[in-house]
C-alpha cells in the first residue's frame, strides 16, 4: 500500500493549485454576489487541459487518471466551488458517459470538444439532464418523453436544476420513451442547445454556489436524430447510474475542497486573533475545534482517493464513491460551520470568506444524490 503521490500528480496539484490562487480567488466574492458564470476561468481551465482531464488523448483529453482529477478538484474547490462544479460536471459525467458508453460517431462529434472545452475558439461545455419537477432522489420517475418517429426521436418535457443549463452546448437528456417498461424505457439523448424548441428559463437564485449556472430547461417538440440516442434502447437509466457512480467522486472532491479551505482559513485566523492575552489557537476550545477538522478532512481525503483508485483499477467503485460522497459533504458543511465559529463575528461577513464556503457546502448534501440517497446505495451493497 502506497500513499505517495506520482511526480505527475504533485505537478497537477500544484498547478490546480496555484490556478486557484491566482485566477479563481479574485473577484470570487463579487462574483458570489452578483451570481456571475466564472466564463473566464471556465475557459482558462480549459486551455489548462482540466475539462477534459480522464478523457483519452485520442479523443482531445488530458489522459490523466481519476486520483489526478480528485486533487485538482480539490484544489479548486478550496477558493470557488461554482468553478469546480462546472469542471466536475463537464468531466465526471458528461465527459466519462460519452466515453464510456457514446458510438464512435459520438465521440468524435461531442466528445472530442468537450474535452477540449472549446470549438472553434469558442467554450464548449455540457450539462447532465436527470432531475426533474417532481424526480429528484426518484430518477425513475421521468415525465419528460421521447417519442419514436421513425428516423428521429420528439422530446418534450422540463428538466430542472441544471448546472451550466444556460452556458453548455450539448445536453445530456433522460428521457422516458415507453412508459409501460419504467426505468427499462428510459434513454439518454444528446441534444444540442441551439436546437428548435429549447428553451432555456431564468438562472437560479441560489444559497451558493452562486456563481455556478443553474437553469430549468425546457423542450418542446425537439427532433433529436435516431444516431443522437446514446447506447441500446432502454439503457438510459442504467446510463444515468453508472455515470452518476462516478460523479459521485468529483463532488466528493469537491466538498473535501470546501472543508480544506474553510479549516486552512480557520487554522490562519486562529494563528493571529488574540483573546484574553494569547492567540486563540493556545485556547483548548479552538485548538480542539481545529484538531477534529483535520482528522475529519484526512479522512474524508482518504475514502475520495480510494474510490478514485478503485476506478482506475476498472474495479466496483459503487460503494466507495458513495462513502466518500456522503461523508466529505457532511464533514465540509460541519468544518464550514466550525470555520464560521472560530472566526466569530468576521466568520458571518463576507470578506472572511468563510462564510461563502458554509454556503457553498450545503449543495454538496444535496446533489447528485443527497445523503439519504447515499446512504441507501451503501446499505444495498453491504447488505447483499
Given at each position: 500500500m502506497n500513499f505517495e503521490l506520482t511526480e505527475e500528480q504533485l505537478m497537477i496539484q500544484k498547478a490546480a493549485r496555484d490556478f486557484a490562487q491566482n485566477e479563481c480567488l479574485p473577484g470570487v466574492i463579487e462574483r458570489d454576489e452578483q451570481q456571475k458564470f466564472p466564463g473566464e476561468q471556465i475557459s482558462k481551465l480549459a486551455d489548462l487541459g482540466f475539462l477534459g482531464m480522464m478523457v483519452d488523448e485520442q479523443y482531445g483529453g488530458a489522459g490523466m487518471d481519476t486520483i489526478s482529477y480528485v486533487?485538482?478538484?480539490?484544489?479548486?474547490?478550496?477558493?470557488?466551488?461554482?468553478?469546480?462544479?462546472c469542471m466536475s460536471v463537464n468531466n465526471s459525467l458528461v465527459c466519462y458517459g460519452l466515453?464510456?458508453?457514446g458510438s464512435e460517431e459520438q465521440k468524435q462529434n461531442y466528445l472530442k470538444p468537450l474535452a477540449q472545452g472549446k470549438k472553434n475558439g469558442e467554450l464548449y461545455i455540457g450539462a447532465f439532464m436527470l432531475s426533474e419537477p417532481e424526480a429528484g432522489s426518484d430518477a425513475t420517475s421521468q415525465r419528460t418523453t421521447a417519442e419514436d418517429k421513425g428516423d428521429h426521436y420528439l422530446l418534450n418535457g422540463t428538466k430542472n436544476w441544471i448546472t451550466n443549463?444556460?452556458?453548455?452546448?450539448?445536453?445530456?437528456?433522460?428521457?422516458?420513451?415507453?412508459?409501460?417498461?419504467?426505468?427499462?424505457?428510459?434513454n439518454t439523448f444528446i441534444v444540442e442547445k441551439n436546437w428548435p424548441g429549447v428553451t432555456v428559463a431564468a438562472k437560479e437564485n441560489k444559497l451558493g454556489i452562486r456563481g455556478s449556472d443553474t437553469h430549468t430547461v425546457m423542450f418542446t417538440d425537439v427532433k433529436v436524430p435516431k444516431e443522437n440516442r446514446i447506447g441500446a434502447d432502454g439503457f438510459g437509466f442504467s446510463f444515468a447510474m453508472k455515470t452518476l457512480?462516478?460523479?459521485?467522486?468529483?463532488?466528493?472532491?469537491?466538498a473535501l475542497g470546501i472543508a480544506a479551505g474553510a479549516y486552512e482559513l480557520a487554522k490562519e485566523y486562529a494563528k493571529t486573533r488574540?483573546?484574553?492575552?494569547?492567540?486563540?489557537m493556545n485556547h483548548q476550545a479552538i485548538a480542539f475545534k481545529l484538531a477534529d477538522m483535520h482528522m475529519k478532512i484526512e479522512a474524508a481525503r482518504l475514502l475520495c482517493l480510494k474510490a478514485a483508485w478503485e476506478k482506475d483499477q476498472h474495479q466496483d467503485y459503487t460503494i466507495s464513491s458513495s462513502m466518500a460522497k456522503l461523508y466529505a459533504s457532511e464533514t465540509a458543511m460541519w468544518t464550514a460551520i466550525e470555520a464560521v465559529q472560530v472566526h466569530g463575528g468576521y466568520g458571518y461577513v463576507k470578506e472572511y470568506h468563510v462564510e461563502r464556503l458554509m454556503r457553498d457546502a450545503k449543495i454538496t448534501q444535496i446533489y447528485e444524490g443527497t445523503s439519504e440517497v447515499q446512504r441507501i446505495v451503501i446499505s444495498r451493497g453491504i447488505l447483499k
Open positions: 486533487l485538482a478538484m480539490e484544489e479548486i474547490s478550496k477558493v470557488d466551488a461554482s468553478v469546480s462544479v466515453q464510456a458508453f443549463g444556460g452556458t453548455a452546448s450539448v445536453y445530456l437528456v433522460m428521457a422516458q420513451t415507453d412508459v409501460s417498461k419504467g426505468s427499462k424505457g428510459i457512480a462516478g460523479g459521485r467522486i468529483g463532488i466528493a472532491s469537491q488574540k483573546a484574553f492575552g494569547t492567540e486563540i
